[in-house]
């Protein structure tokens, strides 16, 4: 019975549109071969096909968004999953002006610099590829 990897919940959630599956066959010949063509068709669809390594999920805690934690145990400084500043994510159109001014500026999703807060590249803290 093929097992998937996300429950239906949290794609309708999460607004995804794909799950990988995980598939047993009877036997390690049938598997090497299926690993070896690395594509198939399913769902009208061709679909990448990888030997699959079953652990744990990886923890990563949504405050300082560091490895190896959750928040509840996070003693780390408040980071912004998107931009990396000491500041949570939620309060992007909230945020003030530059330095003391106190100039109310919201920010727009357009005005925010994209920023890893692990290792400083393009993308969003938890983005899978980091």
Excluded: Y
């Amino acid at each position: 019975k093929p097992q998937w990897m996300r429950p239906n919940a949290d794609l309708i959630r999460d607004e995804r549109v794909f799950s990988s599956v995980v598939i047993a066959l009877e036997n390690e010949d049938d598997a090497k071969t299926l690993i070896d063509m690395g594509v198939v068709t399913a769902f009208s669809h061709f679909c990448e096909v990888k030997k699959h390594s079953d652990r744990p999920p990886t923890q990563q805690s949504n405050k300082c968004w560091g490895f190896g934690h959750a928040k509840p145990h996070c003693k780390n400084v408040i980071r912004c999953r998107s931009c990396a500043e000491g500041h949570d994510e939620k309060d992007h159109g909230r945020l003030t002006g530059e330095g003391d001014t106190g100039m109310d500026a919201a920010m727009s999703d357009a005005d925010i610099k994209v920023k890893c807060a692990q290792c400083g590249g393009d993308h969003v803290a938890n983005d899978r590829r980091c």
